[in-house]
Nanobody
Framework: QVQLVESGGGSVQAGGSLRLSCAAS????????MAWYRQAPGKEREFVAA????????YYGNSVRGRFDISRDSAKNTVYLRMDSLKPEDSAVYYC????????WGQGTQVTVSS
């Protein structure tokens, strides 16, 4: 059974940084894409960033490109999301996803950015 466990959320002032982690277990991941999504209250879920596990290709949402960085530690089956220059509009629950929106999700971690 696939498990995705996020950590690293918290509260930070605008301009600050956070790093989220997503530890995956339960199967091999080579054929999948690991992604981060976020959802703020009253808003649609938004794609943030993704990385193909096999070749490391990365993708970013327009609102975070240049400020966020997705990376991985293959030995730990863990994906990270480094978030810099945080803005209040980045506040949301951040979710780790494996294999696309119809597959596996983590429980989410709250990120709050104050102005």
């Amino acid at each position: 059974q696939v498990q995705l466990v996020e950590s690293g959320g918290g509260s930070v002032q605008a301009g600050g940084s956070l790093r989220l982690s997503c530890a995956a277990s339960g199967r091999t991941f080579d054929e999948f894409r690991m992604a981060w999504y976020r959802q703020a209250p009253g808003k649609e879920r938004e794609f943030v960033a993704a990385m193909h596990w096999r070749d490391g290709a990365v993708y970013y949402g327009n609102s975070v490109r240049g400020r966020f960085d997705i990376s991985r530690d293959s030995a730990k089956n863990t994906v990270y999301l480094r978030m810099d220059s945080l803005k209040p509009e980045d506040s949301a629950v951040y979710y780790c996803n494996l294999g696309g929106p119809r597959r596996w999700w983590g429980q989410g971690t709250q990120v709050t950015v104050s102005s």
